[in-house]
């Protein structure tokens, strides 16, 4: 067999095989994964904001594309619903292992009279070292939570509590390209977002 034909036959099974590589690849994309958090379908994308984090320094949300980025808004005076939400975000890290390097958890304070960058930073870091915690203004505070539908308001509470923060519960997911694509209701429980953090890193 001349070997042009030779040639011309391996690049022909070359080119399909490149095909049917990347049609399968684009099959697993495209299956919907099975989840305990609720999908966004379609994804959409996230609102970029600016915040501070320790140190005075400047936060972008878009700073952490090409990482999963589990975001929920909360503050340090939180009594129950935010140690709970960081105690479950930490139990899942640790189930990830070296995984979970490719997953960015951020704090924002919806307390910013009370949580400065530095105080918000320390506190979420006291669960995880790898947990960023952000502040601002009242006025770039409000402008997040916005953006992410999240809602909160002050309430009278006691003379050892000081006043409390109503707020949404929910933790929001950014895939790497920065759009969300899950939320994982409060109370889910670690072994449920660990699972499902699992199925986003395998695609």
């Not at 984090?53 to 935010?82: E, I």
């Not at 997953?103 to 009370?114: C, F, K």
């Amino acid at each position: 067999m001349p070997r042009l034909r030779l040639f011309l036959i391996a690049f022909v099974i070359g080119l399909v095989g490149v095909a049917g590589i990347a049609w399968i690849s684009q099959q697993v994309r495209a299956t919907p994964l099975t989840l305990n958090g609720v999908a966004v379908e379609p994804p959409r994308p996230a609102t970029d904001f600016t915040l501070t984090t320790s140190a005075q320094k400047k936060v972008n949300l878009s700073d952490f594309r090409g990482q999963y980025v589990l975001l929920f808004f909360g503050y340090r005076f939180c009594p129950d619903v935010c140690p709970l939400t960081l105690q479950e975000l930490k139990k899942a890290s640790q189930t990830l292992g070296p995984q979970a390097e490719r997953i960015q958890v951020l704090m924002v304070s919806v307390d910013p009279e009370r949580d400065t960058p530095d105080l918000i930073d320390a506190h979420v870091k006291q669960f995880n070292p790898n947990f960023v915690g952000l502040s601002g203004t009242a006025e770039e505070v409000a402008l997040a939570a916005q953006a992410f539908n999240i809602y909160y308001a002050k309430e009278a509470g006691s003379v050892n509590t000081g006043y409390l923060v109503s707020h949404s519960a929910s933790i929001t997911m950014l895939d790497p390209d920065g759009n969300i694509v899950e939320v994982f209701p409060f109370g889910l429980g670690a072994e449920a977002i660990a699972a499902d953090l699992q199925a986003w890193l395998a695609r």
